[in-house]
């Protein structure tokens, strides 16, 4: 019996160090994978927010060229230049396509409150509204589209 003592003794070190071993390298495996996961949720969260943040912008962007070829047209009409009004009626027209094309893609990937404010966007200059209400629209789209991007159309935690 004295000489089974060792032997199990050395057998049952290997057993428990096996399973200190394999026990160690699924803790880490879940630790390193929780990692990963944590990583690939964080690229997607940057990637949606920069999707956002482009589309929003693009959407301002022709809106406002909108605005700008309708001012300076009305400008061009209360000095008697036809021409020049004609010419921006024309980019107007142009500029209107762009940003229904940009109307677009943001209805595609905004939040409801984006989607809503870009609706009233939308009729501002459909409507040919006053430069105030353009400005209040434009601002409430600004808000909520922070938030939006923020929250990345609440991909984020």
Do not use: C
Not at 33 to 42: I, L, P, T, V
Not at 56 to 72: E, I, P
Not at 106 to 134: E, F, K, M, N, Q
Request: a positive charge; hydrophobic letters at 45%.
């Amino acid at each position: 019996m004295k000489v089974w003592v060792p032997v199990l003794a050395a057998v049952l070190a290997a057993v428990i160090g096996l399973a200190g071993g394999i026990g160690g390298a699924w803790i880490g495996g879940s630790v390193a994978n929780e990692g990963q996961q944590k990583q690939f949720k964080n690229q997607r969260l940057a990637h949606a927010q920069d999707l956002l943040e482009a589309e929003y912008s693009n959407f301002l962007g022709a809106a406002q060229a909108v605005v700008t070829d309708r001012n300076l047209a009305r400008q061009a009409t209360k000095i008697g230049d036809t021409a020049q009004a004609a010419r921006n009626h024309a980019k107007e027209e142009v500029d209107f396509v762009r940003f229904r094309a940009a109307d677009a893609q943001v209805r595609l990937v905004a939040s409801d409150d984006v989607r809503r404010d870009a609706a009233v966007v939308r009729d501002a200059l459909a409507g040919g509204t006053g430069t105030l209400h353009w400005v209040t629209a434009r601002n409430a789209f600004i808000g909520d589209a922070r938030r939006d991007i923020k929250t990345a159309g609440g991909l984020s935690p």
